[in-house]
């Protein structure tokens, strides 16, 4: 499954800020980095409104990290973040490190969205609301533009998206409703684990 060629720079959640640790400008980050320390190793950070944020130490505790950020220099500052969302743009993140079957999320973002065969759709976002990966669909239009304003969020699971194909920028869509039911495995009865 090959990645993109083209640059993309859309944002990647790296991780969220959280509480002041101490007084010197300190805070809790939750990191969604494998290695919870990388974080500084992506290079700048940015918050949705721009603003950057440089790593200049960091520490494991427990399940967050501990961060100091050159722009942060006094508890007062690192208060006014907590909650605040740390980006970074995806044309900075190493392909390189990525199994066969492994991408990133925003890699989905501009795949047009096939059913049976056909282009019904793009995938316009990519959405966790805390149960998981939701695509945000926006439908073609009969004139072949895309209706935003009528677009769909779809669980993106591997029943609802059984291919994707970077190569043709395609993703294959089987609508919830089309999902055939499971049944008890071969072998089991009813009632039986």
Known sequence: MAKPDKPV???????????PHGVRGEVRVKPYTDDPLALGDYGTLRDAQGRAFDVSDIRAQKNVVVVS?????????????????LFV??????????EEDEFFVADLVGLAVTEDGAKTGEVVAVHNFGAGDLLEIAPLTPAGGLARKRSEL???????????????GTLQLVRPGEIE?????EGEEDGEA
């Open 9 to 19: 720079t859309l944002p990647v959640l790296m991780g969220v800020i959280g509480a």
């Open 69 to 85: 950020f050159e722009q942060v220099r006094d508890r007062t500052a690192a208060e006014a973040l907590n909650g605040v969302e």
């Open 89 to 98: 743009a995806r044309d900075q993140l190493p392909d390189a490190e990525l």
């Open 154 to 168: 779809v669980e993106f699971s591997l029943e609802t998206v059984p291919a994707i194909d970077f190569d043709a």
């Open 181 to 185: 039911a499971r049944g008890p495995e």
